[in-house]
Every structure is written in C-alpha cells, then in structure tokens.
C-alpha cells in the first residue's frame, strides 16, 4: 500500500515535496520506485524513477534539473522534491512501486499510491 503526501497550492517559482509511504510486506529495497502525474484532460505521465539502493535514478526531460526523487529505505519512503515550479506542473501527482529494476512505463508498475493534488498558480 502507497500513501502519497505532500501536494498542494503553491506559486509559479515554489517549493514543494512530496512523500510516499510504503506498507509492505516485502523488503522495501525489492520495489524500485516512480512519481507519475495526471493533468486534466490529459494521460498520466512518467515523471521520475529510482533504484533499490537510490544510487539510481531516471527523469523526464521536462523537470529534469527541477525535481529530485530520493528515497530512506529505513523508514520505507520515497519523496520528490519539486523546485521552480511551474504552471504546467499543474497535476495529481501518483507514486508507484516495481519489484526489480527501475522502470518508465506506468503499465509496468504493479502498485499505486491514490494520488495528490499539485497546483501551481502563474
């Protein structure tokens, strides 16, 4: 199970960071973990992804420089640290988890968190 946290309202050049909590019965290092979001009207969108160890991580190119993924494995946790945000970064914003490698594609993510809203006001 995947709580995400973090969204809100936030004006164009914020700050916000977002968390996801895992309830697992596995071993959190077996889930390689990613932030996808949905704008309205639109699909939902890879936006990062990291590794087991965190030593990994992959970003779209639109916020790539912007946004940071990291996780603590200690405390079951993956977050997305979003800086000079924009309008277009307007979404519901969903953490997911992949057993094994880290992926891009949300078909092959096998579990969702329920999603938090972002709004960034011009």
């Known amino acids: 199970q995947l709580q995400a946290s973090g969204g809100g309202l936030v004006q164009a050049g914020g700050s916000l960071r977002l968390s996801c909590a895992a309830s697992?019965?596995?071993?959190?290092?077996?889930?390689?973990m990613g932030w996808f979001r949905q704008a309205p009207g639109k699909e939902r969108e890879f936006v990062a992804s990291i590794g087991w160890s965190g030593a990994t991580t992959h970003y779209t190119e639109s916020v790539r420089g912007r946004f940071t993924i990291s996780r603590n494995n200690r405390q079951n946790t993956v977050y997305l640290q979003m800086n000079s945000l924009k309008p277009e970064d307007t979404a519901v914003y969903y953490c997911a988890a992949v057993e094994g490698p880290m992926r891009r594609t949300k078909s092959e993510y096998q579990y969702w968190g329920q999603g938090t809203q972002v709004t960034v006001s011009s």
């Open positions: 697992t019965h596995n071993t959190f290092t077996v889930y390689a």
